[in-house]
T-cell receptor, first 114, second 112 residues
């Protein structure tokens, strides 16, 4: 099993450009998440999907949109990139339910907006 | 000892010694806590979890202690090895289905 995969691994965008970060999991997990990680600020939740067909805002959703394409895939879109969105983006998944909240993370996408 | 770096608190430990990484949480309603390890260039990886109805849980070479009175969590690593060098995050679940909130992390440096 590959676990959680993310593409691309690295990306450089100019201000105003758009892009979609892709995430897929092969663990049959119900819940999926997008985080950004900035120095000294830990991981901050952008959006999450508790189950297929649902999405909800996290702590820092402005400037982003998400799509839960199916149970496996959860994409993050930047419609008009800004330098403040320079960060490392992590996708994660979890089984869902009330017995386990352990999240499995992908390797990250390092995004620079110039 | 423990020091505050430019971005992350840093803990430096001699190889073979025990490490204690601390985490304070603010929400008294938090009922579930997790420790993650993040190695350079990788995503966080689950280490151990604990529910609020427990005060101690042990894993392989790791122990998590929970003190709800002072809202404090700690991760103890026994016989610290060079491979333990990483950033360690505590996370808490406080309301919201499947949502957890992460702390800023502590960098553990193991001195050979």
């Amino acid at each position: 099993n590959a676990g959680v995969t993310q593409t691309p691994k690295f990306q450089v965008l100019k201000t105003g450009q758009s892009m979609t970060l892709q995430c897929a999991q092969d663990m049959n997990h119900n819940s999926m998440y997008w985080y950004r990680q900035d120095p000294g600020m830990g991981l901050r939740l952008i959006y999450y999907s508790a189950s297929e067909g649902t999405t909800d805002k996290g702590e820092v959703p402005n400037g982003y949109n998400v799509s839960r394409l199916n149970k496996r895939e959860f994409s993050l879109r930047l419609e008009s990139a800004a330098p403040s969105q320079t960060s490392v983006y992590f996708c994660a998944s979890s089984e869902g339910g009330i017995y386990s909240y352990e999240q499995y993370f992908g390797p990250g996408t390092r995004l620079t907006v110039t | 000892g423990e020091s505050v770096g430019l971005h992350l608190p840093t803990l430096s430990v001699q190889e073979g010694d025990n490490s204690i990484i601390n985490c304070a949480y603010s929400n008294s309603a938090s009922d579930y806590f997790i420790w993650y390890k993040q190695e350079s260039g990788k995503g966080p990886q689950f280490i151990i979890d604990i529910r609020s109805n427990m005060d101690k849980r042990q894993g392989q070479r790791v122990t998590v202690l929970l003190n709800k009175t002072v809202k404090h969590l700690s991760l103890q690593i026994a016989a610290t090895q060079p491979g333990d060098s990483a950033v360690y995050f505590c996370a808490e679940k406080a309301g919201g289905y499947q949502k957890v909130t992460f702390g800023i992390g502590t960098k553990l440096q193991v001195i050979p």
